[in-house]
């Protein structure tokens, strides 16, 4: 089965820029999509295929896939971001895997 | 605005069966654009998907629980619901409804709608 690898932590100062990594084997070749779920809450979604934000997530979230590592980049990083985050593919288009999560820390 | 709620019971007792429902408001669950599917978080853990169902009816599950899972459809109720057998303390989890679109007829996209969850513990 497909296996998605995240950082259990990253640590950003407040007003710098963030970068959670996504790894898995040719994961360039997939669609992914991230989630931002904050303590008690349903997750949302912040960029989906690859790069693409949702209407109402802002500008400072982005994202860029190649190779075997997808990234989801956090610009001028508020306190609001601190979160965990989730990269989600679809294995041959019938299997969901998630990452195992990344804990975002705005120090 | 689309919406979905997650119901059921909270407490299942170990060998028995999960059964929650997830009511879809504000929308019909009737479309070829979307499916429909539902993931769960054990406590202090990560999101696991559970399973997915299409609007032609085809449903796809994790290999890991696919021998115990049921995902149906109920249109007339607007109302999609998942049944999980057999269950144990490693079932206990919130569980999560939730919308996806379709990105062509068999390629799925991001899920874009999530219900709140509902915690369901496994213990007798």
């Known amino acids: 089965s497909y296996e998605l690898t995240q950082p259990l932590s990253v640590s950003v100062a407040l007003g710098q820029t963030a970068r959670i990594t996504c790894g898995g084997n040719?994961?360039?070749?997939?669609?992914v999509h991230w989630y931002q779920q904050k303590p008690g809450q349903a997750p949302v979604l912040v960029i989906y295929?690859?790069?693409n934000r949702p209407s109402g997530i802002p500008e400072r979230f982005s994202g860029s896939n190649s190779g075997n590592t997808a990234t989801l980049t956090i610009s001028r990083a508020q306190a609001g971001d601190e979160a965990d985050y989730y990269c989600?593919?679809?294995?041959?288009?019938?299997?969901?895997?998630f990452g195992g999560g990344t804990k975002l820390t705005v120090l | 605005q689309l919406q979905l709620q997650e119901s059921g019971p909270g407490l299942v007792k170990p060998s028995e069966t999960l059964s929650l429902t997830c009511t879809v408001s504000?929308?019909?669950?009737?479309?070829?654009?979307?499916?429909w599917g539902w993931i769960r978080q054990p406590p202090g853990k990560g999101l696991e998907w559970i399973g997915s169902?299409?609007?032609?009816?085809?449903?796809y599950y994790n290999p890991s629980l696919k021998s115990r899972v049921t995902i149906s459809v109920d249109t007339s109720k607007n109302q999609f619901s998942l049944k999980l057998s057999s269950v144990t303390a490693a079932d206990t989890a919130v569980y999560y409804c939730?919308?996806?679109?379709?990105?062509?007829?068999?390629?799925?996209?991001?899920?874009?709608?999530w219900g709140q969850g509902t915690m369901v513990t496994v213990s007798s």
């Open positions: 169902i299409y609007y032609s009816g085809s449903t």
């Open positions: 504000g929308g019909s669950i009737s479309s070829s654009s979307y499916y």
């Open positions: 989600q593919v679809w294995d041959s288009s019938t299997a969901g895997v």
């Open positions: 939730a919308r996806g679109w379709m990105v062509t007829a068999t390629a799925p996209g991001a899920f874009d709608i």
């Open positions: 040719n994961i360039g070749s997939k669609n």
């Open positions: 295929r690859d790069s």
